[in-house]
């Protein structure tokens, strides 16, 4: 059975989130929400996640799950935003426990085994959207918690590719690792010839539409990092070199200290306040 799938465009961040969904049930999952932020106000923005669930609305879907492809770093989940109206169960892979106590040492007042998940998924675990099976692919080399989300034909990747004109994901971020990204490619590429891979980011340049999909022969053909049989030896090099001219994303802290925690806010402090807050000279 083939799920429908819808796609959802934050601007800000380049992100994509889709809303699948069994279209005998109406039960559907959210992958990767995004909540928006201002770096400089501080505000938070909701416009693309309301349409989001508008569209879940309007289309009488009961949500099953809201899937993480790992944790970002240059947006802020929407997942608890998205589970206080709509319900679901928040899940992501069981790597987040090593990016958990990272990050759990640079920020105090997250805990390292928070544990806010409702679910966290191994390689090969199965769950259900309806009648539609979806499988877990532990996918690293981005971050170490990446994974991938098969559901029919689609293959929702997260940022292990992007389009073919702009290649494959940074791999510097702590847990990243060249080498584990190149396998987990070739472990995509080696799925059926029918599978579609949906990408969670798009930056398009002026002239070109935005992509939310591309066919696994195109990427196995075309990406200008992996495609045509390039070794594993030269993508290392390739990327690691790239790696290193690559800024900082500008949310990274904000991103990383709520979407570590399943997209919680902070707590507010004791004037009512919630605060991000971000550590002097650690990067």
Do not use: W
């Not at 995509?188 to 969670?200: N, W």
Request: hydrophobic fraction near 40%; charged fraction near 20%.
């Amino acid at each position: 059975m083939q799920p429908e799938i819808q796609h959802f465009y934050h601007v800000g961040s380049g992100t994509l989130s889709y809303v699948v969904s069994d279209p005998d049930t109406r039960v559907a999952a959210v992958i990767d929400p995004v909540l928006g932020y201002s770096v400089v106000s501080g505000r938070t923005d909701t416009s693309t996640v309301d349409e989001l669930i508008r569209h879940l609305e309007s289309a009488d879907l009961s949500l099953a799950f809201i899937l993480e492809t790992h944790a970002h770093a240059d947006h802020l989940s929407a997942a608890q935003y998205v589970k206080a109206r709509c319900g679901g169960e928040v899940a992501i892979g069981e790597g987040i426990r090593a990016v958990q106590a990272h990050f759990g040492k640079l920020f105090p007042a997250v805990p390292a085994d928070i544990g806010k998940f409702d679910r966290l998924f191994a390689d090969g675990d199965t769950f259900h959207i309806g009648n539609i099976e979806g499988r877990v692919m532990h996918t690293p080399g981005h971050t170490s918690d990446g994974v991938t989300y098969l559901l029919g034909k689609a293959a929702f990747v997260g940022d292990t590719l992007f389009v073919p004109d702009f290649g494959t994901a940074r791999c510097d971020f702590p847990g990243g690792d060249a080498g584990a990204l190149y396998d987990s490619i070739q472990a995509l590429f080696a799925l059926p010839d029918d599978t579609v891979f949906y990408l969670c980011h798009d930056y398009p340049p002026e002239g070109r539409p935005l992509a939310f999909a591309t066919p696994i022969d195109e990427q196995r053909r075309a990406n200008i990092h992996v495609g045509g049989g390039v070794s594993r030896e030269k993508y290392i090099a390739t990327r690691t070199a790239r790696d290193e001219k690559l800024p900082l994303p500008a949310l990274i802290l904000p991103s990383l200290q709520v979407n570590i925690q399943a997209g919680h806010l902070p707590t507010p402090e004791t004037n009512d306040i919630a605060y991000i807050k971000i550590p002097l000279d650690k990067f």
